[in-house]
Structure formats: C-alpha cells, structure tokens
C-alpha cells in the first residue's frame, strides 16, 4: 500500500470505544509497542520524548527547591521489607523475587525495586548523624516494578519509569511543609505544562501508601469520565526512621527520629495527557512538553518547490534558533492534504504551511491543532506569532478540560443517587462521607467508584454521609479509576 493510500483513518471514535481509541491512537502515533514480556512495554522515540520533556521540565522545578539526583539499586533484600509490617503488607503482592544468581541459589531472597523507602531508609542511616546533616533532600529518576494483574499502556504496566523523591527532616513541621511543597509542585507542573486541571486534596485511610502517616494527591479527569491518580507525595512521620534508625543528635545532643517523605509522579502522565486532550483526530499535546511544536509543510507545483523549500528551510532556522522544536516535512512523495491529517494524529500544535502565493506576499499560514483556526501571518513576525499561538494553544486546551470536568462534575447526596449517575453519565461524584471503612467499602462494591481525595477547597461541603445518612467528617470525590 502507498503511503498516500495510508490516510489517517481506523481510529475507533471515543464514544463508541474509549479504551479502543486510546490504544488506536497510542499505536498510530508510534509512542510505544507492546514487548514480550507481559505487562511491559517498549518506549518507542516518539513516546519517550514526551517523558523526556516532563522529566526536564520537572527535573529543574526539584532542583530549584534545593533537591539533589542519586540513584540507589533496582535489587532490594528482602529483609528490609519486614522492618515495616504495613510497608511490605501493601506491597507483597505486587513484588517480584530474584530467588537464583550465577546459577546459585541466593541465601536471602531480593525484592525488584516496587519502590525504594527501605533501601534509602538504610543508606539515610548510615549517612545521618547530626542535626547538621539534615534536611537531606534526594530525588531518584528510575525504573520500579509492580507485577499487576491488569495492565494499560502508560496507565498502568508491569514495569514504568517514574522519580521518587526521599527526604529526612528534624521535625514533623518541616517534613509537613516539605510534603506540600512538592504536591503543590506537581499540581503547577499539572497544570502549567501539561494544560491538566487537577483536584488537591488528602486521601482516605484505605487509599493511602502503605506505611504513610498522610498520603495527598492531584486527581485528574480523563475525556471518559474515569479518574487518574496523577501524582502523590506522602508524610511518613517517624515510621521509616523506626524501623530503620535513621536518627541524629539534635541541638541539645540528645537522640532523636527523624521525620520523613516520599513522593512521585510517573509515565503514567502520558497516559493522562493523551485521554485529557486526545480527540477523534488522535493525539493533541500541550506544546511545552510536545515534542514537535511546530511543522513545517511546503506546498505548490513541482516548480516552484525549489524556491518554497529553500525559503521554508530560513524559516525553520529562524525558529530552530529561538529554542522552538520545529520539524520540516518536504517529502515529495505524499500529498500536503496526506500530511496535514498525520501531524494532526500525531498532535503537533502548530501546522505552518508555505506555498507560492505566501511567497510573493511574505506571508505563512498557522493552523492550531486545537482549534483549527488558520492564521496568515507576515514571515517576518513568525516567531513572535508562533509563541502567541502555542501559549493560546495551552489555555485553550487547559480551559476545555477544566470545561469538561466541570460538566460531568457531579454533587450527590446519596449511594443511589451516585449509582444512577454513574450508570446514565460519567465523570466525578462529591459527596459527603462519614469516616467509616465499611462506608467507604460500600460506595466501591455497590459502584465500583473508589475515594479519589479529601479535597482541599471542594465546591461544597457536604453535612450527611453518603451511604449510611450520620454526619459528614469529610467531603469527599469518590471515581471509578485506572
């Protein structure tokens, strides 16, 4: 089949099969390819592109605030994860073993890194003596593994990339501001560059990471009305420091835990980006983290060509130079029309085409992938014009999706009344919640909605339980999930 025959068609629509069109999308656009090993996948260029620009982009913000890089190994002894019952409760069974070595049996079995408190708790130990040597304030970019049952693309895989920030404080106060910080980090992130409204808040008891005093969480809402734990960070208290004697001789040299945190976001932000902006068309990337912001699509009669494309190859310069990543697209071989509909699929922001005409005038024409407003522009303002459009771009993508949260954002005051919602229509439900386990439990079983977060500044606060009528101890969102 010719390229030209290969028009950008076989995308399942949204309404008729999200998880379809998600899959569709994310293998069209060449981001990743399933490996052989269950539940895992391969990163192609495309995909690992966007994790690279969220990993630099993020990477800056935790060095701004005083974070240093390390790396600590993928292979954990399984001693470690018995210090802390509730820590290793929570994750054994999702741990893969390394039982054999070199053909040999191991005499203590290694956990593959699911996550690394245990690890760093030891090194933290070994490396804290002194009031002095605190806050110690460590980030680690890498890869963990939890053994899941079901798996999604980005979503959720066997193995995934993500960082993991760990840090040792004097006091609880310190450790408290310290965890904020970095969930309010992640929430300009979410929100800043990836054009992602999210919802801040704590969550529930069942629902937070095993070993944690508090666990808090952006929520995001994806085009299917299901949540996206979009990132967490955690106050640990004093447990870790327990369980692994992580202490220091404060100012009246007398022994004291330390208080710490932990917190993370992983690729599973790709995930979220692509079923927050992504349409019938494909992809759709906000530009500050799209790998290609701008294309570049000469157009006109074979002899012209020459002439268009030396002009559209100055342009490119011009940007290339100003820190846009812009991409030219001369093949000769596929029409214009051809190519419009692939950079669409793929989410490019910002289309630039130059033809013949544009020449004698000076012009270019814009076309946003969002949008789709076709914008002539005078050659000579095109970088400040393209810097326009992309920022238009990011809040125009920011404020649909706050748009679409809002509409299938829902306040309920009963379990039947959530039900009747989730079976008509999808999206969020806010509704008040007693406190008890087995309330909770029940909105789950009866639902299949779980407890998103008890958020910061909900739009209400709720007076009655949802499920069992006493009073209200939080206003919760309750979702069904990935």
Not at 143 to 171: C, D, I, M, Y
Not at 198 to 226: C, H, L
Request: net charge negative.
């Amino acid at each position: 089949m010719s390229k030209e025959k290969q028009f950008v068609t076989e995308i399942t629509p949204q309404g008729e099969d999200f998880s379809r069109w998600y899959i569709d999308v994310i293998k069209k656009a060449e981001l990743m390819d399933y490996s052989p090993v269950r539940g895992c996948i391969v990163f192609r260029p495309e995909g690992f592109a966007l994790w690279e620009n969220i990993q630099s982009d993020l990477d800056r913000r935790f060095k701004e605030t005083g974070h240093r890089n390390a790396y600590f190994p993928l292979f954990i002894p399984e001693s470690f994860f018995q210090k802390e019952k509730e820590h290793v409760e929570g994750f054994n069974p999702e741990l893969p073993w390394v039982t054999e070595a070199g053909g040999e049996k191991l005499e203590e079995r290694l956990a593959i890194r699911p996550t690394s408190e245990t690890i760093i708790g030891h090194m933290y130990s070994k490396w804290i003596q002194s009031y002095r040597d605190l806050p110690v304030l460590i980030n680690q970019w890498a890869n963990v593994v939890r053994w899941e049952k079901r798996t999604l693309p980005f979503l959720r895989t066997s193995e995934f990339l993500w960082q993991e920030g760990h840090t040792a404080h004097e006091t609880e106060e310190e450790a408290r501001q310290e965890t904020m910080q970095m969930l309010n980090t992640y929430k300009e992130f979410a929100e800043e560059v990836l054009a992602i409204p999210v919802i801040v808040g704590q969550k529930t008891p069942s629902e937070r990471f095993a070993g944690a005093v508090d666990t808090y969480s952006i929520e995001a809402m994806m085009k299917d009305g299901r949540a996206v734990q979009a990132g967490t960070s955690h106050y640990l208290g004093d447990k870790f420091a327990i369980a692994f004697d992580i202490k220091y001789l404060d100012r009246n040299n007398t022994l004291q835990y330390c208080h710490t945190t932990s917190w993370g976001v992983s690729t599973r932000l790709i995930g979220a980006l692509i079923m927050v902006h992504g349409d019938d068309r494909g992809l759709a990337l906000p530009p500050k983290i799209a790998p290609t912001q701008v294309v570049m699509i000469p157009i006109g009669p074979p002899k012209t060509r020459e002439q268009v494309v030396g002009r559209v190859d100055e342009l490119f310069a011009q940007l290339k130079k100003a820190g846009v990543r812009v991409k030219v697209d001369d093949r000769s071989d596929v029409s214009p029309g051809w190519k419009f509909n692939e950079y669409e699929m793929r989410g490019v922001p910002i289309r630039l085409e130059l033809g013949p005409r544009d020449m004698e005038n000076g012009q270019a024409v814009l076309v946003s992938r969002i949008s789709g407003e076709k914008r002539i522009i005078q050659q000579d303002q095109l970088l400040e014009e393209v810097q326009r459009m992309l920022d238009e771009i990011h809040a125009d993508m920011y404020n649909r999706a706050l748009q679409f949260r809002s509409e299938h954002f829902y306040s309920v005051e009963t379990l039947d009344e959530m039900k009747t919602l989730l079976e008509e229509k999808r999206g969020f439900s806010l509704a008040g919640w007693c406190g008890s386990d087995a309330c909770e439990k029940q909105v789950k079983e009866e639902t299949g909605a779980t407890s998103r977060n008890i958020p910061f500044d909900p739009a209400e606060k709720k007076t009655k339980c949802l499920c069992c009528g006493e009073e209200a101890q939080h206003t919760v969102v309750f979702a069904r999930a990935y």
